[in-house]
């Protein structure tokens, strides 16, 4: 059981916790701002939140929740490409290794660095009461979270947790007032320690072929539109996602 994080933040920017060590990642997958296409309003509410946690004037907790391929990751690791002067550190934990969370958060405390903990593909299925540790650390419990730790989550549920029909069976009105039973409760009040929530949607046709666009680097022919289009029906989903595996599986020839 791992009690205490002892590392040298030092010697890298961003990490990844593999389950019983940190691994210091070398080469990040950065991504530019202005690459980012239909996500503007997204975009500015994250920037100005970092922005602000940056210069010690507060941060929000965030939530990006939308459907699989819309830009969410890719918008958290285009902010701290944005800020990566900033004496700012990213920390990667997947869903299964939260309860590390509040040790990381005890070692981040004394540090003189801005830390993002960033939650990639956050969900929990039914039975599942590991959120509960996370609940603790969002809350701040009786000790407060410290001024240089921010939680970023993405995830493909409103709510994070598995939402099942017979959730709202047990749900009643009283006095005019609907009241739902306790697993919806408890599944709202977890996304709702999220103080910031950002939805994320759909990509349009026009937005698709502009992120095609950008990764080709070129207008794009008519033929070009049509195996982009077409590709995107194939996979069932038009999404930032998508266009850069079309762009790939052009470029090696697998699409002719």
């Known amino acids: 059981m791992i009690r205490k994080i002892d590392t040298n933040w030092k010697i890298c920017d961003a ?4 389950g019983e060590y ?4 070398r080469e990040f997958n950065a991504f ?6 239909g996500i503007d309003e997204q975009k500015e509410i994250l920037l100005k939140n970092t922005e602000s946690f940056i210069n010690n004037k507060g941060g929000l907790n965030a939530l990006l929740y939308g459907p699989r391929g819309c830009g969410k990751s890719t918008l958290v690791r285009a ?4 800020f990566l002067s900033h004496n700012l550190k990213i920390i990667q934990i997947a869903t299964e290794d939260i ?3 509040p040790i990381f958060v005890d070692a981040m405390r004394i540090q ?6 960033f939650l990639d593909d956050l969900s929990f299925e039914g039975g599942d009461t590991s959120y509960k540790s996370l609940k603790v650390v969002l809350d701040g419990s009786i000790e407060k979270i410290p001024n240089n730790v921010l939680l970023y989550a993405t995830s493909n549920r409103k709510h994070v947790m598995a939402e099942y029909e017979s959730d709202n069976l047990g749900a009643k009105t009283i006095n005019k007032e609907l009241h739902f039973q306790d697993a919806v409760e408890e599944r709202i009040s977890l996304s709702d320690r999220f ?5 994320f949607y759909k990509t349009n046709v026009d937005e698709y072929l502009q992120i095609v666009k950008m990764y080709f680097q070129q207008d794009l022919s008519e033929e070009l539109k049509t195996k982009a289009l077409s590709y995107a029906t194939q996979k069932g989903q038009r999404s930032g996602r998508v266009a850069l595996d079309f762009f790939r599986s052009m ?3 697998l699409i002719k």
């Open 22 to 25: 940190l691994h210091p990642i």
């Open 112 to 117: 003189p660095h801005k830390f993002i903990i």
């Open 32 to 37: 530019n701002m202005e690459d980012l296409i």
């Open 195 to 199: 103080t910031l929530s950002i939805p």
């Open 15 to 18: 990490f990844i916790w593999r």
């Open 99 to 101: 309860s590390i969370i």
């Open 79 to 82: 902010v701290f490409t944005h």
């Open 251 to 253: 470029r090696i020839g």
